[in-house]
């Protein structure tokens, strides 16, 4: 993978816990992106071992103000 293609693959996985989230959690649709960053942050922290090494390396110093920028962009291709 590239850093080229880091954005993107942080993307995936954030969205991975996303749609996670708002399963188990359905109310979450509804809670502002701050929050949702601070839930997903804290998920990805718990879970991190079920990442292959190559998304651990990409999130292990992920920040809730990056995963909320993420949250927030909408990449086109």
């Known amino acids: 993978m590239t850093e080229e293609n880091a954005p993107d693959e942080k993307r995936k996985i954030i969205n991975k816990f ?42 292990r110093h992920i920040s809730i103000e990056e995963i909320e920028g993420l949250l927030g962009f909408h990449h086109n291709k």
């Not at 989230?21 to 992106?33: D, I, N, S, V």
């Not at 601070?38 to 651990?56: C, F, G, P, Y």
């Open 18 to 59: 996303l749609m996670r989230l708002t399963k188990e959690q359905p109310q979450m649709y509804y809670a502002t992106t701050a929050e949702v960053s601070r839930s997903i942050h804290t998920m990805i922290k718990e879970h991190t071992n079920r990442l292959s090494v190559e998304e651990q390396a990409l999130v």
